[in-house]
């Protein structure tokens, strides 16, 4: 049994609307920021630049993460190319280990942890306002200092 394997569980299993309720209790802040939420994740505008940053749950996997959704209403659409050519600076901002990112997800960050342990619910609300924190301001440095012609 490895360090995250936390058995076999199903992500229905997982008290969803508890956890988010969670999440705006202890972040209520987010509540002005939101673009749009469902049940796995919770999407934080950043109208400036027509993105949003998905926070999400997977419990199924095990982790919690933060990375560039997509949202229609929002103008969010092809977020990862728009990004891109930014990519580099950006994640030499964030400073991520290897083991702290998805493949396949463009800009991200995630968390392993046991979404089904109840009592890792307030880290993981923490985590992820303070992770999706981190990545807009990187992305606002970024994209801020390229519309000025500097990088």
Request: with cysteine; glycine share 8%.
């Amino acid at each position: 049994m490895s360090e995250f394997d936390f058995g076999a569980r199903r992500a229905s299993e997982f008290r969803q609307r508890g956890f988010w309720t969670l999440f705006a209790e202890r972040h209520s802040e987010e509540r002005a920021l939101m673009a749009r939420r469902g049940p796995w994740f919770w999407q934080r505008g950043l109208p400036d630049f027509a993105l949003v940053l998905s926070m999400y749950v997977a419990p199924a996997q095990n982790h919690v993460g933060v990375f560039f959704g997509r949202n229609e209403k929002f103008g969010a659409t092809q977020a990862w190319s728009r990004l891109k050519p930014f990519q580099p600076a950006i994640e030499a901002r964030l400073e991520l280990r290897p083991e702290q990112s998805c493949e396949g997800l463009g800009i991200n960050s995630m968390w392993r942890v046991n979404c089904y342990a109840e009592d890792n619910w307030p880290a993981m609300t923490d985590w992820l306002v303070t992770e999706c924190s981190r990545i807009e301001r990187a992305v606002t440095e970024v994209l801020g200092n390229a519309g000025d012609g500097g990088s």
